[in-house]
């Protein structure tokens, strides 16, 4: 089975930066690799997706032009790169791996990790 495992979440004041990390325990042979939010009292949400190809990539329009996504197919990992965080961006990010076409949509979504929280202060 494959495991999921996000680091590199913390606490930054708003206009900062945070890269998280998601490493995969093997090749998952998966089509996207994507990230994902859920903030308290709120319905998990699309951040961002990479195929393992590298020709394509998926951001939420409210992460475009902010965050970027990026992958390391050799070790298995991918990473998101945030910056001009802003309070609205403090979540529980999450990684997943599909193999479905859509990038996009949680529920086609296989393998989750656990997890890692970011917090951005006002």
């Known amino acids: 089975q494959v495991q999921l495992a996000e680091s590199g979440g913390g606490l930054v004041q708003a206009g900062g930066s945070l890269r998280l990390s998601c490493a995969a325990s093997r090749r998952t042979f998966s089509r996207y690799v994507g990230w994902f939010r859920q903030a308290p009292g709120k319905e998990r949400e699309f951040v961002a997706a990479i195929s393992w190809s590298g020709e394509s990539t998926f951001y939420a329009n409210s992460v475009k032009g902010r965050f970027t996504i990026s992958r390391d197919n050799a070790e298995n990992t991918v990473y998101l790169q945030m910056n001009s965080l802003k309070p609205e961006d403090t979540a529980v990010y999450y990684c997943?791996?599909?193999?479905?076409?859509?990038?996009?949509?949680?529920?086609?979504?296989?393998?989750w990790g656990q997890g890692t929280q970011v917090t951005v202060s006002s």
């Open positions: 997943a791996v599909t193999r479905d076409y859509t990038a996009t949509s949680p529920a086609r979504y296989d393998y």
